[in-house]
């Protein structure tokens, strides 16, 4: 039976990867508690997390980057608080409206490609660092090389390499 356990499937994975992103949203909510600003997520998927965001900072307004929506009804953002269309596209013209007023990003893009989610995030690390506030953190499921001078701790409990935090000091 020892052996058996030690076998990691895709649904241990899952709630590994869930577990991990819980503790990390908890612990970047309470370290932003005297940082002001906004909360951009990045990526809706199924509403999870921004449901979790949204719950956890009430007062705060959370903007939504998503490609298509596709989450459930419950966990869609109100519309003025939505930003449709690929990271590529509407990243880049939220700069200006956003720059430096994120108390926290909440970046959740992996795809299941390793070698496309190592491109990706070696694009969006520099494009979302100008959007940071200071003291605001950045939370990601993939590692932010263009953030590597502000790596942050995990919190206890989080391994290594399962999600990664920056901070703007």
């Known amino acids: 039976m020892p052996q058996e356990a030690a076998v990691q499937t895709r649904l241990d994975k899952a709630i590994r990867r869930l577990q991990a992103q819980r503790l990390v949203l908890d ?45 459930h009804p419950d966990t869609i953002p109100p519309d003025d ?12 013209p939220a700069r200006e409206r956003f720059a430096g007023k994120a108390a926290l990003i909440h970046s959740d893009i992996g795809t299941g490609d390793d070698s496309r989610n190592a491109a990706f995030a070696q694009w969006l690390g520099p494009h979302i660092a100008p959007l940071v506030a ?27 390499g399962r999600y990664y935090l920056y901070r703007l000091a």
């Open 27 to 71: 612990w970047a909510v309470a370290e932003i508690a005297a940082v002001r600003g906004i909360v951009l997520e990045l990526g809706l998927g199924n509403g999870r997390s921004y449901d979790h965001l949204r719950k956890r900072l009430p007062r705060r307004e959370i903007f939504v980057f998503e490609r298509r929506v596709q989450a």
């Open 81 to 92: 608080f939505l930003i449709l269309g690929n990271l590529e596209d509407t990243l880049l």
């Open 134 to 160: 200071h003291g605001g953190i950045v939370a990601s499921d993939q590692k932010l090389e263009a953030l590597a001078g502000w790596a942050t701790a995990l919190p206890e409990g989080v391994a290594e």
